[in-house]
């Protein structure tokens, strides 16, 4: 006669984790919270600790020991996916600190998201398609990997733009034979900006700015030119860039702030008409440059090269240009515009369109790179604000912001007439 006996048998594919389903949401809340805090510290807020590499990772392991249980395969995976795709993006914003050698945190931080995030991704999308067939498991892949890169696409720039390593002077005034003055300015908001004034002979004087994630150091040759036209020049580093102080913000929004303290100086100067008194700008400077005009009325002229944009209004030519496509990004360009907004203090600037609307006095010589057609197009739209105040050159050959590069004799010309012109120079 047989015996039967009750054999417990192991549970395959299950975790050792006995805590009850309370406990393991607690410890998944915790983690997100231990997460979300560290990221907030160091991104919104630049608030630093040895600590928060630990946190982060203390959080990570909260959150899969408290989901790992109770969760089905398919809410795991697509959290996972997710999750990894968010780290992954914010990640890949802070990698300018690591190759700008930039805050040490944030080096060490940007990387280990990006990887971190990425295995979270392949991870989640294993976890996604677990006991399905190859059509399910090749739509999960390719699905995974659209996800990673819509949030790469919307979140990096934004992380890049508001958290900006820093940077350092290259070259000074001297290096191209220019006699220059160390100059100091504080913005209405309490930040004092550094830069340099190279005085002029015919009265006259322009701010001149540069572009993101550089310093004054990289416009001295067109400062070189416009000087030896009797331009007096004063060069201000962006906030958070250069000698500055004060948090950069690489898509210029604190353009406006920087350039009133600028042109205040001039004007204050017994060497400068204050009546003649303008801005010239690369890139981001030039966008600065449209902006700063709609509110600062001792501005009488504006030179923008490779200037596009600053906000999701600067992109509404997009579906005219590129069709569904171009519609589609005009949508995602909202959502980034979100992010951005959210992770800076600084306020929402015009829209350069409506910031040449809103200066009817002011004329406006906008230079666009011909290798590059989104500024040709760009620079049309914001042209259509006031046809008869915009000029604009197109520079066959030219790079972004490659002008003076590319032409120097007819970017010479043909700046200077236009200051000339407007600013009443030589």
Partial sequence: MGIETDVPRPRTGRSTWTADARADRAATVIGAAVVGWVL???????AFSWLQPLALVIGIVLIAVGAREHLGDAVRGASAIVGG??????????????????????????????????????????????????????GGGLGSVVVLALFVWLLAPPVAATNVPDSSISSTPADRGLAAEDVSVVTTDGVELAGWYVAGTNGAAVVLRHGAGSTSSDVLDEAAVLNRNGFGVLLLDARGHGRSGGRAMDFGWYGDLDIAAGTAYLANRTDVDPGRIGVVGMSMGGEEAIGAAAADPLIEAVVAEGATGRTSADKVWLSDAYGWRGALQEQLEKVQFWFTDYLTDASPPVALHDAVADAPDVPFLLITAGDVADEASAADHIASAAPDRVDIWNVPGASHTGGLATDPETWETTVVQFLDEHLGGS
């Fill in 85 to 138: 795709a968010l780290l992954a993006a914010i990640g890949v914003g802070l990698l300018p600190h690591l190759l700008d050698a930039g805050t040490f945190v944030l080096a060490v931080l940007g990387p280990a998201l990006v990887i971190g995030g990425i295995a979270l991704v392949a991870l989640g999308a294993r976890r996604l398609v677990a006991g399905h067939g190859w059509p399910a498991k090749l």
């Fill in 40 to 46: 907030f510290q160091a991104i919104v807020v630049h």
